[in-house]
């Protein structure tokens, strides 16, 4: 994969800086309105979970716990459902387009976490956890963000497979299967959301931690360098 | 593949490739109230349309046997303002109106002559929770068959003594499995689960599952779609 870097030159001083073109349109386009939809997905989510918080019988009722209305979207179970079954459309187009481009564009390969990337991945986490050294990096993505950035691409799917039995169970009956029923999918639809948010917590740390110019990257996608 | 470029040239390119992302700002519409109300609702009707398209009209809801059966005191009693509104099961008639060829009124044991189905199904509620109950019932279709419903109209409707209403896609009136239900765990329907008649629908959520019937009636236009949907719930809701 050709990387596009330029030299940018200040007429008046004469100083140069050096710029990678680091994400393509089409990345950072499914990007935020993914975000803006996994935002949605999640607030009105929890508040659907709200209306029986809990995975056991409805009689006699065990609640797991009681999520408050003002970190929920939607107001009621109903208005709730409104947003979570217009934004998945979204999700899901998103999600969609981005693997289509990663895809056909031959991307994903700079991102794919692959078996030869497992022995990176202790001296990342040894650096970014306990303050071990920074392994020298090789691609453009060390081993670890590939983990990360691949294992979030299997929560939106599996995000996605689970909510289609919980929506669907009957039409969907054979993919309730493989996961152990219709009663099970709402538990791992769940579970799925706290491990995609556990993924934007610790890419948001990240993502404070490498500073402006790398969060401009993502809107512009140009990274000038620092 | 390095090149040389003018700081305000840079500027220029970046910019540009910051407008370029402005759809994002489109779902930015959600916001604003004025919006809100008519995206959202475009939302869930796609969803209810796509549901329809999903729907399979021979493709049956999974069964259960009898040991994974919810024991009937576990079986809840949802409704929306009362639990027995004291229908007069002596006197109790179905009206049947609308498209078909014998409108009038229908009595139970009509109803209970047509072939006989018993079925353990799932029972899925809107809210989240979902139990396996054994129903009996005469196949609505059959029914329909009897009092010579136009299967071509769109719609089924119902009318409940509890004021209740709810409508059904003929598609899903005609399935296999969709019952006029007088029986639950091989007993009469009791009073708080919709006796005498309510509907059992495996492929629907249960806020379709009207319970003590009165009212039937075949249409080709909906002037109101259920209770809840008119509240906001989908009007589909396949499952």
């Given at each position: ?24 349109f ?66 899901m187009?998103?999600?969609l ?48 963000q ?39 999918a ?35 996608g ?5 | ?42 939302g ?49 008639t ?5 498209a ?41 279709s ?17 009318e ?24 639950m ?5 009791t ?49």
């Amino acid at each position: 994969m050709a990387t596009q870097a330029v030299s940018i030159e200040d007429a008046k001083t004469g100083e140069t800086t050096e710029a990678v073109y680091e994400h393509p349109f089409a990345v950072r386009l499914c990007h935020w309105i993914n975000a803006v939809a996994l935002f949605v997905m999640v607030g009105s989510g929890l508040q659907i979970f709200r209306a029986f918080p809990s995975f056991g019988a409805k009689i006699p009722q065990k609640d797991l716990l009681h999520w408050p209305k003002a970190f929920a979207i939607g107001g009621w179970l109903g208005g709730a459902l409104q947003w979570h079954l217009t934004f998945m459309w979204i999700y899901m187009a998103t999600g969609l387009i981005y693997l289509g481009y990663q895809l056909f564009s031959g991307n994903y390969k700079q991102v794919l976490f692959v078996p030869r990337d497992i022995p990176g991945v202790w001296p990342m986490v040894r650096h970014y956890f306990f303050f071990g050294p920074k392994p020298p990096l090789k691609e453009s993505y060390n081993p670890l963000q590939k983990h990360a950035y691949t294992s979030v691409i299997v929560l939106g799917v599996l995000s996605v497979l689970t909510g289609l039995v919980v929506w669907k169970p009957v039409q969907f009956s054979w993919l309730a299967w493989p996961m152990g029923g219709f009663h099970l999918a709402r538990v791992w639809h769940f579970a799925i959301m706290w491990a995609m948010l556990a993924f934007v917590f610790g890419h948001l740390v990240m993502v404070v931690l490498h500073g402006w110019n790398n969060f401009v990257s993502m809107l512009t996608g140009w990274k000038k360098e620092e | 593949m390095d090149s040389r470029m003018d700081k305000r040239k840079f500027k220029r390119v970046t910019r540009r490739e910051l407008l370029k992302l402005t759809p994002v700002v489109a779902v930015g519409a959600f916001a604003i109230p004025a919006f809100q109300k008519p995206l959202l609702k475009t939302g869930l009707g796609f969803s209810d349309w796509a549901s329809a398209k999903l729907f399979r009209s021979h493709h049956l809801a999974p069964t259960f046997t009898d040991s994974e059966l919810t024991p009937s005191n576990k079986f809840p009693i949802n409704d929306y303002d009362v639990d027995d509104p004291e229908v007069d099961l002596e006197k109790w008639t179905l009206s049947v109106s609308g498209a078909v060829q014998k409108p009038g009124e229908y009595t139970l044991a009509q109803v209970q002559a047509l072939p006989k189905v018993s079925q353990n199904t799932r029972h899925v509620c809107v809210e989240g929770w979902e139990v396996i109950g054994r129903f009996g019932g005469a196949r609505l279709s059959d029914f329909l068959t009897m009092i010579g419903a136009d299967t071509t109209a769109r719609f089924l409707t119902v009318e409940c003594a509890d004021d209740y209403y709810e409508s059904l896609d003929m598609a899903t009136a005609l399935h296999p499995q969709t019952l006029l239900c007088y029986e639950m765990y091989d007993q009469p329907l009791t009073r708080e689960h919709g006796a005498p008649l309510r509907l059992t629908i495996p492929t629907k959520i249960g806020y379709k599952q009207a319970k003590y019937l009165t009212d039937l009636k075949v249409t080709h236009v909906l002037d109101k779609v259920g209770y809840w949907e008119d509240q906001g719930y989908s009007e589909f809701y396949g499952l």
